[in-house]
């Protein structure tokens, strides 16, 4: 399984602003995808990142909204723009291994939007 | 409409006895399954998998058993120790689909009481 490492873990924002979000992994990976836990909720796939083209989102998740960047194939980020309370969630960005089959999570950045 | 139901939000069993977690769906086209299990203020964790031309796959203290024509599955702790205390959910995707998008049930909080 790959070490999943994503800053900030938590962080609290004033609505209107942005934040950006780091992951980092510990071996090469393709794909990386951001979900969201919103409270009581069960996560949500935000987008697939793949090195090298855009990322492809989800229904109900645009990229203006979340913008995300691959530059290689062991980062990634995700922002979160002009936010809203609505936003306060729990992102988390995960790989895929080496068949697919499994996902591995990172720890997650808990984000409160006042 | 959840495609992927976990319908006990908490589950409370004495240490040493058997732990017995649900999940259904609805979607057809799910050929995979994944149980992960979540300690607050970390990143959901692979348990255990299943893929649909399999009915049982066990992995220590951990079976998840799968009944297609029935579209639900269960994950067996056995015997569930005080360490097992987490929220666990239930995740599965169609790898016909070719995005290895995982949609998660809302989880289910197992208290493994010492």
């Known amino acids: 399984s790959a070490v999943i490492s994503q800053k900030p873990s938590r962080d609290i924002c004033q609505r209107g602003t942005s934040l950006t979000i780091q992951c980092q992994v510990d071996?090469?990976?393709?794909?990386m995808f951001w979900y969201r836990q919103q409270p009581g909720q069960s996560l949500t796939l935000i987008a697939t990142?793949?090195?090298?083209?855009?990322?492809?989102?989800e229904s109900g998740f645009v990229i203006d909204k979340f913008p995300i960047s691959r530059p290689n194939l062991t980062f990634s980020t995700l922002t979160v723009s002009n936010m809203s309370p609505e936003d306060s969630s729990i992102y988390l960005c995960?790989?895929?291994?080496?068949?697919?089959?499994?996902?591995?999570f990172g720890p997650g950045t808990r984000l409160t939007v006042l | 409409d959840q495609q992927v139901k976990q319908n006990s939000p908490s589950l409370s069993v004495q240490e040493g006895r058997i732990s017995i977690l649900n999940c259904d769906y609805t979607?057809?086209?799910?050929?995979?399954f994944l149980w992960y299990k979540k300690y607050p203020a970390e990143g959901p964790t692979f348990l255990i998998s299943i893929s649909s031309i399999k009915d049982k796959n066990e992995d220590g203290r951990f079976t998840v058993f799968l009944n297609k024509s029935a579209k639900h599955l269960s994950l067996h702790i056995v015997p569930s120790q005080p360490g097992d205390s987490a929220v666990y959910f239930c995740?599965?995707?169609?790898?016909?689909?070719?995005?290895?998008?995982?949609?998660f049930g809302k989880g289910t909080k197992l208290s493994v009481i010492p």
């Open positions: 979607n057809s086209m799910f050929d995979y």
């Open positions: 071996s090469q990976v393709t794909m």
């Open positions: 995960s790989v895929a291994s080496g068949n697919y089959n499994e996902q591995f």
């Open positions: 995740a599965a995707y169609s790898s016909g689909a070719g995005s290895y998008q995982l949609t």
């Open positions: 990142a793949n090195q090298g083209s855009e990322a492809t989102y």
